[in-house]
C-alpha cells in the first residue's frame, strides 16, 4: 500500500566552522578596494552573506524541523532539540517515519516545495550516514507520479509562490507571522 507523506522541514544554516572555512577559502574584495580595513570588512561581510546561504543549501546546512503527515494521520512535528546534533536527530526522525509508514519504503510525497524539502533532507541524511529506510523521490522529472508539489503545480516548474500568496489566492486561512526565514533567529535564541 502506498502511504501519502505530506512533508515540510525547516531548516539553519552551517556552525560548523570547517565548512565555513572552505566557503571562505576564495572569498575577496573587488580588485580596486585597497584600502586593508575595507578589505577586510567586505570580507566580513561576505563571511556572513556565505553563511547564511547555507540554510538553503543540503550540502552545507542543517535540519531542525521534519513536519509531516501520513495518509489521513494528524500532522506532527518533529524537532531538533537544544544540543542534539543533526545526525541523532535525523535518525529518530527516521525512525518515526518508517513506524509511521508501515514498511512503505516510496511513499507518495505531497508538499510545498517539496522537491528542496525532499532534495535538502535526502542529503543531509548522505552526509551524515543516515538511512532513512524509504526513499524520496529526489532528481525525478517535473510532474513525476511520485510526488506533488503545490507550488509546482500552481506556478509552473522553474517559477515559484509562496505558501502564504497562494493561500491569500485561494481563500485558505493561512498564518504568515512566522515563516522559513524566521527559523535560524529562533533556533538561535532557542
Known amino acids: 500500500m502506498t502511504h501519502e507523506l505530506y512533508l515540510d522541514i525547516e531548516t539553519i544554516p552551517t556552525s560548523d566552522e570547517g565548512v565555513i572555512d572552505r566557503l571562505m577559502g576564495s572569498a575577496k574584495a573587488p580588485s580596486n578596494y585597497k584600502d586593508p580595513e575595507k578589505i577586510a570588512a567586505y570580507v566580513e561581510g561576505q563571511k556572513q552573506t556565505r553563511i547564511d546561504h547555507t540554510g538553503l543549501e543540503g550540502t552545507w546546512g542543517e535540519v531542525v ?3 509531516y503527515a501520513v495518509g489521513g494521520g494528524k500532522p506532527q512535528v518533529e524537532v531538533r532539540r537544544p544540543g542534539e546534533g543533526e545526525k541523532p536527530y535525523l535518525i529518530r526522525v527516521a525512525n518515526v517515519l518508517q513506524q509511521k509508514l508501515d514498511g512503505d519504503m516510496l511513499p507518495f510525497v505531497i508538499g510545498h516545495n517539496v522537491m528542496f524539502d525532499m532534495r535538502f533532507l ?20 517535473p510532474y513525476s507520479m511520485e510526488y506533488f508539489d503545490t507550488m509546482q503545480e500552481w506556478a ?26 524566521d527559523v535560524a533567529a529562533a533556533w538561535a535564541n532557542g
Open 156 to 181: 509552473g516548474y522553474r517559477e515559484n509562490i509562496s505558501l502564504g500568496d497562494l493561500c491569500f489566492a485561494l481563500g485558505i486561512k493561512h498564518d504568515d507571522s512566522f515563516s522559513g526565514s
Open 122 to 141: 535526502w542529503q543531509r541524511a548522505v552526509i551524515n550516514k543516515v538511512h532513512l529506510g524509504f526513499q524520496l523521490p529526489v532528481g525525478r522529472p
Open 65 to 67: 524541523v521534519v513536519g
